[in-house]
């Protein structure tokens, strides 16, 4: 043994011959209370101030109007969708006074409608163009980027198929505002003569597959179906390319990228695609800007139901949304995205309806209804998980599964629907109290029933809650009336940041628990094994 | 007469909706500090894919990212796009009296020309000039419009000046290289303790 190994073996000896005296005399056996009996003091958090629930708006955007001899219908939401926007989607960008396109941010080829083929009333020839939009890039240090947050503080990066706009797109324009997640709703007319250009904004090839829209494998010779393997190579970045069909069969279908769809897919570029049912004087709504209340149902809805709704479902893991955020060299985000990501090892943080989490959701997306109306609600899962769609106070019934009818006999009702990645499910809520349909009015909670769908990172309440909000049960803020425990806290980044003890509001006796100084045996111990891999690994290098 | 004049002039804008892609169009009015026009230019942009392909980390650029003017220049400029998207040309900066809140001029097209004139402000600054297509800037197309001696230069503007918040390029081998320096030190520091143990033995 040389004399360096020696000094370190006395030297130990010593430090625990220290450690034994110090372990004899804290576990020491006094009248005092007894050691497991003391425990640190409560910590709770000092609440931020909690951003505005309901940030302002034009309230006259709530109200049931006309505008270009389009009728918008009311809504109720904390945050409508501008009537006229909705309005010029539906007369056509071609068919509105250019000022007023400009107020909306649509390009003027946005959405064209042409001629009435068949003289019933309403135009046969759409013309939509897309483009595809980043939200939440790279923070460039100088350069303004489009910025949306789903929940307070929460800001994964997205790809979106977004209506062809116009002018600038940086935060606050008009334009910004048709830009989001997820990826506008598409509505056409049985047999319209429908043409969708996509302009590749972006800095990915990309292309549209039409999952369950009724459409030709080719169109003179050119790929119609949007797989880059077997139906034509996608649009390269600054290129354009056109799809074409006239669907023959109503129903609620999905539009969604086809290149490396493993992660586009899920980056954003998919939205739901609906085909109305054939009627007369019948011109819908193109887009549904983030989907949500449909604000002029077409002519089939408007005969059966009261409201309709568009619900896009979709979990987000954010090792693959924030990869963008990486670089703006595209290089780098490619191999991070395709490469470096690994979706067989996929694990969402967030999950959304809409587009938002939890008590964003609220602002923009609840299923406002009144008592004895019917409601179709349009669900799409656009993730890769299953979704178990539960409502609370009512029994929907399933109309419709991927876009084609269920025999009135067979048409299932339960609280609980299951739908499978890519699925569509059409639901219609009765709201008649009569102990099946309905409870009876109020605030009722409508949510994924996977316990992690309703957290954002783990922290509940968040996901994909929403309610079903009768109107005698909407607050003067137009979310749902606040009883139980104060909401001010979710509307803090705080609180998802898991800094705000559950509960605390309630009560102190959950809060966080004093973070007491380490013990002196601890840090003996922690001292020791230190000095002894450090002699070890000294012993071994010498 | 007045509302056939007004109806012409829709039908006009109807028919040629290109027009309303002219934004902060300006052929005549000084701005502040200029007496008087200081010369007339004609400059040509274009703009696309191809213009980026001599620049390995950006998608989109324009054909010119480094131009200068006297103050008080009238420039008529023709926006060329080569793509078959949308693409700007905005320069910002310009000033509120004469250009509106927003103190910008803008071109936009798909594909094709789009021509506009607009008048450059009195004072040596340096303009920003982007596309405002989400990621477009960001992806390479900006540019800096110098006027008179200008006052300063704009980060990340493709060919002239450099990235403010680049991308460490080195940090994938930076990792593995700096492994294996370490380890040789460390080996070689062992060593070198090694000798002068046995020396001092002998």
């Known amino acids: 043994m040389n004399s360096t190994s020696r000094n370190l073996t006395i030297f130990s000896l010593i430090l625990i011959t220290s450690i034994s005296s110090v372990s004899a005399h804290t576990s020491g056996t006094g009248e005092d209370i007894p050691e497991f009996e003391k425990a640190p003091a409560t910590q709770n958090a000092e609440i931020p101030v909690p951003e505005q629930m309901c940030p302002s708006t034009n309230e006259s955007w709530r109200d049931a109007q006309t505008i270009f001899g389009v009728q918008i219908d009311k809504s109720l939401q904390c945050n409508p969708d501008n009537p006229k926007t909705v309005a010029a989607v539906t007369k056509g960008t071609n068919n509105v006074p250019m000022k007023a396109l400009m107020d909306t941010g649509l390009s003027e080829d946005a959405v064209k409608k042409g001629k009435d083929l068949d003289g019933d009333g309403d135009p046969d020839v759409i013309n939509i163009t897309l483009e595809v939009s980043e939200i939440n890039g790279k923070p460039p240090s100088d350069d303004r980027a489009i910025s949306q947050e789903i929940a307070p503080g929460k800001n994964p990066g997205f790809w979106v198929f977004s209506p062809k706009t116009r002018g600038m797109a940086t935060e606050g324009t008009s334009a910004s505002e048709l830009i989001r997640s997820p990826s506008p709703t598409i509505r056409v007319e049985e047999g319209d003569r429908v043409n969708i250009k996509l302009e590749n904004t972006h800095y990915f090839p990309h292309s549209i597959h039409f999952h369950g829209v009724d459409h030709d494998f080719e169109v003179n010779g050119t790929g119609n179906d949007g797989v880059p393997q077997v139906s034509g190579k996608p649009a390269l970045p600054g290129e354009a390319q056109e799809y074409q069909f006239t669907p023959e069969k109503a129903g609620t279908m999905f539009y969604h990228c086809h290149v490396q769809p493993n992660t586009h897919v899920l980056m954003g570029l998919r939205g739901m695609f609906v085909v109305e049912e054939q009627r007369d004087n019948n011109t819908v709504q193109s887009f549904n800007i983030g989907a949500g209340k449909v604000r002029n149902p077409s002519k089939a809805v408007e005969e059966e139901y009261d409201r309709s709704y568009d619900m896009v479902y979709q979990g987000i893991d954010k090792e693959l949304h924030n990869a963008i955020k990486k670089s703006n060299d595209p290089r780098v985000i490619s191999k991070a995205v395709n490469k470096d990501y690994d979706v067989t090892e996929r694990d969402p943080d967030y999950y959304t309806l809409n587009g938002k989490s939890f008590p964003y959701t609220l602002r923009e997306s609840q299923v406002i209804v009144d008592e004895n109306e019917s409601i179709k609600m349009r669900t799409l899962n656009a993730g890769s998980e299953g979704l178990a769609i539960h409502s609370h106070g009512h029994k929907p019934t399933a109309t419709h599964y991927d876009g084609v009818e269920v025999n009135e006999v067979a048409q299932i009702q339960r609280d609980v629907f299951d739908i499978a990645a890519s699925q569509r499910t059409d639901l219609k809520i009765n709201t008649t109290e009569d102990g099946l349909n309905s409870y009876g009015d109020g605030a009722w909670f409508l949510h994924n029933h996977k316990e992690e769908a309703v957290t954002t990172e783990g922290i509940a309440p968040g996901g994909d809650i929403t309610t079903i909000t009768y109107e005698s049960h909407l607050g003067e803020d137009n979310l749902p009336q606040k009883k139980g425990a104060s909401w001010d806290q979710f509307f803090t980044e705080k609180y998802y940041e898991g800094e705000i003890p559950m509960w605390q509001e309630m009560s102190d006796k959950y809060g966080d628990i004093e973070t007491m100084p380490a013990s002196t045996p601890t840090i003996a111990l922690m001292g020791l094994t230190g000095l002894i891999t450090g002699a070890i690994g000294a012993m071994v290098i010498i | ?202």
């Open chain 2, 1 to 202: 007469m007045k509302k056939t004049l007004i109806l012409l002039i829709t039908s006009i804008a109807l028919l040629n909706p290109a027009t309303a892609n002219v934004m902060g169009q300006n052929t005549d009015q000084l701005p502040p500090g200029c007496e008087e026009i200081s010369g007339t230019e004609q400059l040509t942009i274009e703009a696309g894919t191809e213009h980026a392909e001599q620049f390995p980390s950006k998608m989109y650029t324009y054909s010119d990212r480094k131009l200068n003017f006297e103050p008080c220049t009238k420039l008529e400029v023709t926006f060329i796009n080569n793509d078959s998207i949308r693409h700007q040309w905005m320069v910002h900066g310009l000033p509120e009296q004469t250009y509106g809140k927003m103190g910008m001029f803008m071109l936009e097209t798909t594909s094709g020309k789009e021509k506009g004139t607009f008048i450059l402000p009195s004072e040596d600054e340096s303009l920003l000039i982007h596309c405002g297509v989400p990621q477009h800037t960001q992806k390479g197309m900006k540019a800096q419009l110098t006027v008179g001696n200008g006052d300063g230069d704009i980060p990340n503007v493709p060919g002239h000046t450099g990235p403010i918040d680049g991308y460490s390029y080195d940090q994938e081998s930076a990792v593995p290289m700096g492994m294996v320096v370490g380890i040789t030190m460390l080996l070689l520091g062992a060593s070198m303790i090694a000798i002068m143990e046995k020396r001092t033995e002998k």
